[in-house]
């Protein structure tokens, strides 16, 4: 099996009167290469007559985002013209690439009835030779995500890109991303086993578990050397995670505010051309 190199806690770090925790980065964890940014927000309920979720127009450059919407919605627009509303159980992936502009606001029947409320997003590096590639988003709907059913429906993977078998995900990955959530009854078991020289990503969403022997619970990362391909997971209570895996790009990463690139000169560039206009028109 895997030896667990590190059990990350999320830290809480709330963005206006939305509840908010991230494991990644924090002073103990910089990247799981090339997974780079994880916001847990929620759970929490919202009134009726509320403000939804705080992310108005911002840019993006030389990364990818994912989007899981466990509870309530989110409604996307950017600049390169798409627009629309994903509900619970939809997953929306967005390669801002070269640059562009996106909002990720609350629906307005949700800001009008309120409601229960998780979301998290995922930021999935790019590799030098794709950070200038154009802008792409997709939406997708709960239904429209393929699932795979195990021991007799006590374990569900969602699949949203790479192959679980021979299913393909939802999403195509241009990096080669494995990506699922997997929600378990509790008192399940289930194997993975992972190519040694890929990196896995695997957080807790809900719930406790032992993997390779180690318990974890909600709201912690778990780093694992490279050093065999093996994942036994054994629930102690429902529960929901993401899993993933990719080979690192062992490229310099700079991150500053809303660009990820590989130089400091390819940041200020960045800074450069969203105030030139070259994200395309926010409208």
Known sequence: MRTIKKIHQAEYRPIADLITYSPLPTRTLSQVDPFIFLN???FQHYPANNRGLPFGPHPHRGMETVTF???????HKDSSGHESIINSGGV???TAGSGLIHAEVSSEQFKKEGGDLEILQLWLNLPAKLKMSKPFYLGLQKDEIPTISLEDDA?????????WGQTPGAFESKTDVFLSTIAFKANTELNIDVAK??????YIIRGAMTVNGEHVEARQLVEFQ????????KTESDSLIIFGHALPFNEPMVAQGPFVMNTQE?????YIDYQQGKFGTWQ
């Open 92 to 94: 929306q992936w967005m």
């Open 226 to 233: 490279n050093d065999a391909e093996s994942i036994n997971i």
């Open 197 to 202: 020289e890929r990196n896995i990503f695997f």
């Open 40 to 42: 847990h927000h929620g």
């Open 266 to 270: 390819e940041i200020y560039q960045a």
């Open 69 to 75: 919407i466990i509870e309530g919605d989110i409604m």
């Open 155 to 163: 374990i569900q993977v969602n699949l949203i890109s790479g192959k």
